[in-house]
């Protein structure tokens, strides 16, 4: 799930034409930071204290790449669940392969086919 997670962050990445430290202001950056821990909440809206003085990168990015590569972007970056690839996190995910044949579905018809469908 890390790599899906990391995916959201790359389309995010992509999509402003911005490395991640820039995009999010990341104070300490390359150096770990406690805010950097918060990054996720924040883009999901999930935190009551916003890590980030800028405006939520996520939540503006509908305006700005269109409908398929903003639903297919959080998918990513909530990656497990049924807002993310509708399938329970488990903990160890390597060695159960109907979970993975299931984590592989959902990421075709949930990022895959929706990427494919954006017109540049």
């Known amino acids: 799930m890390y790599g899906i997670y990391s995916l959201g962050l790359l389309l995010l ?3 402003y034409w911005q490395p ?9 950056w390359p150096d770990p930071s406690p805010q ?9 809206e999930e935190g009551r204290f916003p890590p980030f003085e800028d405006a ?5 990015l509908r305006h700005t790449v269109g409908d398929r590569y903003w639903r297919a972007t959080p998918r990513c970056i909530v990656a497990h669940g049924e807002l993310g690839m509708r399938v329970e996190e488990d903990g160890d995910e390597t060695n ?3 979970i993975g ?9 949930l990022v895959v086919d929706e990427l494919k469908g954006v017109v540049v």
């Open 96 to 98: 159960n392969s109907s």
């Open 36 to 44: 950097d821990a918060r990054i996720r909440g924040w883009l999901l």
């Open 56 to 60: 939520n990168s996520l939540r503006v």
């Open 13 to 15: 990445e992509i999509a």
């Open 20 to 28: 991640l430290n820039m995009l999010m202001s990341l104070k300490e």
């Open 101 to 109: 044949v299931e984590l592989h579905t959902a990421f075709t018809d």
